[in-house]
């Protein structure tokens, strides 16, 4: 479960997107016509990472699919992935960056596509109390049996607009501009969202396996 808080950003979330998405290839809309349409998280297990993807527009109907992470302190692994600080109400100030290349993100991703897992249930602290919000975007991954994993993520480039992950099971290829007519790679594990708005689920991601992973799942 994520753990939210009722508190104030300064900057929010899209102040802070609209100055990085503008360099990004594979975005061409208006940075000052950004407008949240869905958003989801990832569990981290240790605690200590927020993961969110945010699904937005920029003056047109083309969504954008944007993964972040929330840390305490810069990012130590891929300090050229850091979109900008924030300071937050109740935690103080967060990093944030761009989540594709992070081992935090690209796990929780992984695990979701292989074992069929979803967003992670929403609570906000009220009066000292828990209380479980509806979320309106939700994800599924379509499921792959592939045992324990303990090698996720080498690198990462972007191309078009996808952004591809070589992991230790296979390349990951995200997408940034979700299409409802795009097709997953062959004998590809996936990841699928609906959002308010969406007629039909649209892919989010893809895991194309290599040659050792497909054996151990009898391929």
Sequence with gaps: MALLHRTTLTPTKLELLAAWLPLQP???????????????????????????????TAGDDTAYQVPLTYRAAPPADAPETLIGTLQHGVLGERWVSDA????????????????????????????????????????????LDLGDLDSYMAQGRVSGVTTRVETGV???????????????????????????????PALLAALQLDSAALQRVGG
């Design 26 to 56: 594979w975005f061409d809309g208006d940075p000052a016509a950004l407008r949240q349409v869905g958003a989801f998280r990832f569990d981290d297990p240790d605690g200590e990472v927020g993961i969110e993807t945010i699904l937005l």
């Design 100 to 143: 594709v290349l992070d081992p935090a993100y690209v796990r929780a991703l992984v695990e979701a596509i292989l074992h069929g897992g979803g967003e992670a249930s929403l609570l906000v602290e009220e009066d000292h109390e828990l209380m479980l919000v509806e979320n309106d975007t939700h994800v599924r991954g379509s499921g």
């Design 170 to 200: 296979g390349v990951l290829e995200v997408v940034r501009r979700p299409d409802l007519g795009a097709a997953a790679p062959e004998r590809a594990g996936i990841l699928v969202g609906t959002w308010p708005g969406l007629s039909c």
